[in-house]
């Protein structure tokens, strides 16, 4: 069965260092999303993406985040200058099209730990 | 402010017995809900979802049954097998207000299933 594929599992940074995040969704599909689970809270979206631009983001993703599709397989998360408050699980997902959004198919996720 | 709502962070059930999941909501613009399972280590893993025109879901084991004018969903198990050990999160989603993949999901509810 198809997956997504996040790199790397585990990251350790120091406060204020950017870090890059990596997924490579489903190869056939369109919709790409990141959440992000803090420990002990509920799982939270960030952003969708879909035809090289952000459809839709949340309050949580300031100025300090972006996203891109650098080629045709990958979509990354980038944090520009982190916080301690982003230590979280990062999951990348990805849909095949908006009207089965409710496939969101989704990563193992990458554990940030800001240090 | 919590738009979806597990209020059980934890359920016990014996193996072949029925589980009981409940979600509350508080968006009357939710029109889709879903539910996702997660084991350690694995992103979340969709299991079964209900549209708001809709009272009941069924799929194997597994029933979404979705009370409107209460603003409660819950997934029943039956009958719970050891497998199904795993953190059980509601989502809901505002399709029709073009949400583009922006779950909104509950802080989950650890289902144990004993042998």
């Known amino acids: 069965e198809p997956e997504v594929t996040q790199t790397p599992s585990h990251q350790v940074t120091q ?10 969704p489903i190869s056939n599909h369109l919709y790409f999303y990141w959440y992000r689970q803090i420990l002990g809270q509920k799982v939270e979206f960030l952003v969708s993406f879909y035809n090289n631009e ?11 985040f972006s996203v891109e599709r650098p080629d045709g397989s990958n979509f990354t ?8 408050e982003d ?19 989704f990563g193992s996720g990458t554990q940030l730990s800001v240090l | 402010d919590q738009q979806v709502k597990q209020n059980s962070p934890s359920l016990s059930v014996q193996e072949g017995r029925i589980s009981i999941l409940n979600c509350d909501y508080t968006n009357s613009m939710f029109d889709y809900f879903l539910w996702y ?10 299991l079964i979802s209900i549209s708001s025109i809709k009272d009941k879901n069924e799929d194997g084991r597994f029933t979404v049954f979705l009370n409107k004018s209460a603003k409660h969903l819950s997934l029943h198990i039956v009958p719970s097998q050891p497998g199904d050990s795993a953190v059980y999160f509601c989502a809901a989603n505002a399709l029709s207000s ?18």
Do not use: H
């Open chain 1, 77 to 84: 998360l980038k944090i520009r200058s982190t916080k301690l």
């Open chain 1, 54 to 64: 952000i459809s839709e983001k949340s309050e949580i993703f300031d100025d300090q």
């Open chain 2, 37 to 46: 399972k997660k084991y350690p280590a694995e992103g979340p893993t969709f």
């Open chain 1, 15 to 24: 406060m204020g260092q950017e870090v890059i995040l990596r997924c490579v």
């Open chain 2, 98 to 115: 073009g949400s583009q993949g922006n779950l909104i999901f509950g802080k989950g509810t650890k289902l144990s299933v004993k042998p």
């Open chain 1, 87 to 105: 230590s979280a699980m990062y999951f990348c997902a990805s849909s095949e099209n908006r009207e089965t959004n409710e496939k969101l198919f």
